[in-house]
């Protein structure tokens, strides 16, 4: 893996944006998790890692991230038309109304911060419209705040992960240091996973997520819920 190098702004711009105190509702979704742990197929720390692993290699995961890159890059060569392409292209390849809801809804609260605290920012979402990806809001932000793109894809790979173990530790339920070890140990596939996201070309963006995208229909008729999907 090639050595990434940020400045002390630029580390500071990709911690804010990979926070879990960033304002955009990531706590509030599970992805499917939920409806897997009501069914008992997650009910301990192996589990959950086990799972996550999965939706890391073959899930839709590293093709958002894929996409993220590309937004990124667009917004770099100020290809706006490309952009929301890849931004229509995202909310095509979303499976159920759940997860797409999921995408939207952090998307528009992510732009809508962004533009809050970068005013500059808006002729850019303005290309992309009303209903923005949170993938692409986040390549608008790391492309604008000139995070190094393979540092911004790690981040943004670890806010996934962060997010769902902290849906786990509340719902199988597992205890605060379970969820960090879990992390950590995440941490080898994630790197890998950025060098080989960086390198996929447009034709070979796929997941493989029936299991994921059963959960999710099913999530919408559980009797009690934590999280919205």
Same mark, same amino acid.
């Given at each position: 893996?090639?050595?990434?190098?940020?400045?002390?702004?630029?580390?500071? !711009?990709?911690?804010?944006?990979?926070?879990?105190?960033?304002?955009?509702?990531?706590?509030?979704?599970?992805?499917?998790?939920?409806?897997?742990?009501?069914? /008992?197929? $997650?009910?301990?720390?192996?589990?959950?890692?086990?799972?996550?692993?999965?939706?890391?290699?073959?899930?839709?995961?590293?093709?958002?991230?894929?996409?993220?890159?590309?937004?990124?890059?667009?917004?770099?060569?100020?290809?706006?038309?490309?952009?929301?392409?890849?931004?229509?292209?995202?909310?095509?390849? &979303?499976?159920?109304?759940?997860? %797409?809801? +999921?995408?939207?809804?952090? /998307?528009? +609260?992510? *732009? &809508?911060?962004?533009?809050?605290?970068?005013?500059? $920012?808006?002729? $850019?979402?303005?290309?992309? /419209?009303?209903?923005?990806?949170?993938? *692409?809001?986040?390549?608008?932000?790391?492309?604008?705040?000139?995070?190094? *793109?393979?540092?911004?894809?790690?981040?943004?790979?670890?806010?996934?992960?962060?997010?769902? *173990?902290?849906?786990?530790?509340?719902?199988?339920?597992?205890?605060?240091?379970? /969820?960090?070890? $879990?992390?950590?140990?995440?941490?080898?596939?994630?790197?890998?996973?950025?060098?080989?996201?960086?390198?996929?070309?447009?034709?070979?963006? +796929?997941? !493989?997520?029936?299991?994921?995208?059963?959960?999710?229909? &099913?999530?919408?008729?559980?009797?009690?819920?934590?999280? %919205? +999907?």
């Amino acid at each position: 893996m090639d050595t990434i190098t940020l400045t002390d702004a630029n580390l500071l !711009c990709l911690l804010q944006l990979a926070s879990p105190a960033l304002p955009v509702g990531g706590y509030s979704y599970s992805e499917g998790l939920e409806t897997l742990v009501e069914d /008992g197929a $997650i009910t301990h720390p192996e589990h959950l890692k086990h799972w996550l692993e999965m939706e890391l290699r073959y899930g839709t995961i590293p093709m958002e991230a894929a996409v993220m890159i590309r937004g990124y890059q667009s917004v770099q060569a100020e290809d706006f038309q490309r952009l929301s392409i890849w931004n229509c292209w995202l909310s095509a390849a &979303r499976e159920t109304e759940e997860l %797409r809801a +999921s995408s939207l809804g952090m /998307g528009r +609260s992510l *732009i &809508r911060l962004l533009i809050e605290l970068q005013p500059q $920012i808006k002729p $850019i979402a303005d290309a992309v /419209g009303n209903s923005c990806n949170y993938a *692409i809001a986040f390549g608008i932000a790391a492309a604008h705040w000139q995070i190094n *793109i393979q540092a911004a894809l790690l981040g943004y790979l670890y806010s996934w992960a962060n997010n769902l *173990i902290t849906a786990g530790v509340k719902l199988v339920p597992l205890g605060q240091t379970s /969820g960090q070890k $879990i992390l950590l140990e995440l941490q080898p596939l994630l790197n890998h996973l950025t060098v080989q996201i960086l390198n996929l070309e447009d034709d070979e963006l +796929s997941c !493989c997520t029936w299991g994921l995208s059963l959960a999710s229909m &099913r999530h919408e008729t559980l009797y009690t819920r934590l999280f %919205r +999907s």
